[in-house]
Structures are given as structure tokens and as C-alpha cells.
């Protein structure tokens, strides 16, 4: 599948401070990269996503960048809420086949009070 | 309606058994998935169904039989499983099988094979 790397694997801030995940992605022809949070013990939920056509955009205090020249994009969560804490998943599409995204491995976010 | 239902949440199953996993969504959507999950990785693709039918199969083993019996439904039969596909099981749709497009994630049934 797209080789999907993400970074941190984990990720500690204190309540308040910012958070930033990174992913980059290998194919070029790549268009939509969403967010995903998964809670422990639940689904996957879509938080955020963004087309190659726009640069950013942001949703209160998320925010997700794409630089395609580099491909990569990152998730931004600003003044953090212990009820952020989770893991959070980007996801690119694997274009030569054309039916599915492939996640990154995936960033296990603490948020501490 | 935005959700996609799994039953069971549950499962145990011997090795000898065969079980099936269930999946349902009522969004019009033509695209169905299934995933596989362990712990603290991410969801691994299995297969996806488009317009009913198969289009993709990520080369998984053939103790895991997939069904789409029409466009609302979508089924895991199991059959002869290892203690290692011991997973959470997630089920997802979308409008159609692009992959622009947000898939919608059921919550998963968390299957042990003992």
C-alpha cells in the first residue's frame, strides 16, 4: 500500500500547550489526507481533512497544513483539553488503485491536566 | 442516519468454529470495507466492496470470507481462525470506493479465537 510514515509515535503535552503531528506521504498524485481520533476501545472518528487544492484549514482548535511539493501535512490541536488524549491517525490515498486510503501508524496523544 | 452497525460487539470462537460478522448501513453509501485492527497499531485493509462487488482483496487468507448480499450489508464469515487474527474487526462505508471521499467507521466487534 502508500507508505504512510507519521511522527511522533507519541506524543505528552501539558493541558493547554499545542500538539503537532506530521505525516508524509510517497504518492504524488495523492489528493485528500484526512484525521482520524480513535479513543480507546472506540472507532476510528474523522476529525479533520483537507484537498490538495488548499493549503490549510482549520476547525476551532484543529487545524491541518498540507505541503505537497514536500507531501506531508500535520494535524495541529491548539490549547490542548485532556479530552484530546488518544490516538490519532493520518490516512493518503493509494492512487494507482484508486478505492482506498492507507493509515499512518498512528500518534498516541497524552494530554496532562 | 450516519451510522455504520456491527454485531457482535463481542466474539469468542474456537478454532474449529465458523462465525460470521455483520455489518449495516442505512446512508445510500456503495463502498464497504473491512478492516482489521490489533492492538495499538493502525486499521490494516482487508477488502473493499464496490457496488457489491469485490474489488479489492489485500491477499488475505482464505479463512476469511467476505459477503456483500446487497448494498446495506456486508458480512465476515470465519472460518478455521488462529489465536493470531484475534483483532478488533472494524466494518466502513463511503459514498463510492474513492478514495476522496470520508469513510465512516462502525465500532468494531473485538473478536478472540481461543
Known amino acids: 500500500g502508500e507508505n504512510v510514515e507519521q511522527h511522533p509515535s507519541t506524543l505528552s503535552v501539558q493541558e493547554g500547550d499545542s500538539a503537532v503531528i506530521k505525516c508524509t506521504y510517497s504518492?504524488?498524485?495523492?489528493?485528500?489526507f484526512p484525521w482520524y481520533k480513535q479513543e480507546l476501545g472506540k472507532r476510528p472518528q474523522l476529525i479533520i481533512d483537507i484537498r490538495s487544492n488548499v493549503g490549510e484549514k482549520k476547525d476551532q482548535r484543529i487545524a491541518v497544513t498540507l505541503n505537497k511539493t514536500a507531501k506531508h501535512f500535520s494535524l495541529h490541536i491548539t490549547e490542548t483539553q485532556p479530552e484530546d488524549s488518544a490516538v490519532y491517525f493520518c490516512a493518503a490515498p493509494q492512487t494507482n488503485t484508486g478505492n482506498q486510503f492507507y493509515f499512518g501508524t498512528g500518534t498516541s496523544l497524552t494530554v496532562i491536566p | 442516519d450516519t451510522e455504520v452497525t456491527q454485531t457482535p460487539k463481542h466474539l469468542v470462537m474456537g478454532m474449529t468454529n465458523k462465525k460470521s460478522l455483520k455489518c449495516e448501513q442505512h446512508m445510500g453509501h456503495r463502498a464497504m470495507y473491512w478492516y482489521k485492527q490489533k492492538a495499538k497499531k493502525p486499521p490494516e485493509l482487508m477488502f473493499v466492496y464496490s457496488y457489491e462487488k469485490l474489488s479489492i482483496n489485500e491477499s488475505v487468507p482464505s479463512r476469511f470470507s467476505p459477503e456483500c448480499p446487497n448494498s446495506s450489508l456486508l458480512n465476515l464469515h470465519l472460518h478455521a481462525l488462529q489465536p493470531e487474527d484475534s483483532a478488533l474487526y472494524l466494518c466502513?462505508?463511503?459514498?463510492?470506493?474513492?478514495?476522496?471521499?470520508?469513510?465512516?467507521f462502525g465500532q468494531g466487534t473485538r473478536l478472540t479465537v481461543v
Open positions: 504518492d504524488s498524485a495523492s489528493n485528500y
Open positions: 466502513a462505508s463511503s459514498q463510492e470506493a474513492r478514495s476522496t471521499l470520508e469513510a465512516f
